[in-house]
């Protein structure tokens, strides 16, 4: 167990929908990163968030948003979802902004149909 | 620019043989190296990383990684692999001292393992 917690493990949705994926850093961790990975894009860098600020952005689509509240804990909202958008998304956290261990969540499977 | 290469897709290699996944890095600077890895359906466990020091890192799950600055590698290894070890495996590296931590991934390598 990582102590990152993604919440929901499985989502199923229709496309054009709009959907949030919610993510728990460890604890005392101030950085959180979301990344894509489907079968032919591989593991993609999404965004990452420093103690409630954007610090670096990715391949992140507009459709695409986060952000990071006071406590720490993160949402990503996908909307007007398309079949593409169909991946299984992992939320990761450290302690800092850089150089320090990152360690993953179990990931949300999303399927777009 | 930055990358991450792992140049085999698909290794197969027999139950108790040794193994060793190849990983090359391209960085300006110093990077922190980590593999990782991810069982079917499940997420990206943390093996091993490199900071610094000695070369010579020790992992989980009996792996170790040597790092190599004179090849850009980052080799994994393992004496003698288990049916369990099957798995995908990344190799990832971030800037040191960068202001952003992101990892870049390598495209990773497929292990199966024959009994």
């Known amino acids: 167990d990582s102590g990152v917690t993604q919440t929901p493990k499985h989502l199923i949705t229709a496309t054009g929908q709009r959907v949030t994926l919610r993510c728990s850093p460890r604890?005392?961790?101030?950085?959180v990163y979301w990344y894509q990975q489907s079968l032919d894009q591989g593991l993609q860098f999404l965004i990452q968030y420093y103690n409630g600020e954007e610090r670096a952005k990715g391949n992140i689509l507009e459709r695409f948003s986060a952000q990071q509240f006071p406590d720490l804990h993160s949402e990503l909202n996908l909307s007007s979802l398309e079949l593409g958008d169909s991946a299984l998304y992992f939320c990761?956290?450290?302690?800092?902004?850089?150089?320090?261990?990152?360690?993953f969540g179990e990931g949300s499977w999303l399927t777009v149909v | 620019a930055q990358s991450v290469t792992q140049p085999d897709i698909h290794i197969t290699v027999s139950e108790g043989a040794s193994l060793e996944l190849r990983c090359n890095y391209s960085?300006?600077?110093?990077?922190?190296l980590f593999w990782y890895v991810q069982s079917p359906g499940q997420g990206l466990q943390l093996l091993l990383k490199y900071f610094s020091g000695d070369t010579l890192v020790q992992g989980i799950k009996g792996f170790e990684a040597e790092f190599k600055r004179s090849q850009s590698s980052f080799n994994l290894r393992k004496p003698s692999v288990h049916w369990s070890d099957a798995a995908e495996y990344f190799c990832a590296g971030v800037n040191y001292g960068g202001s952003q931590g992101n990892l870049i991934f390598g495209k990773g390598t497929k292990l199966s393992v024959k009994p």
């Open positions: 990761a956290s450290s302690a800092g902004v850089s150089g320090n261990t990152i360690y």
């Open positions: 960085y300006g600077a110093t990077p922190y």
């Open positions: 604890s005392g961790d101030l950085s």
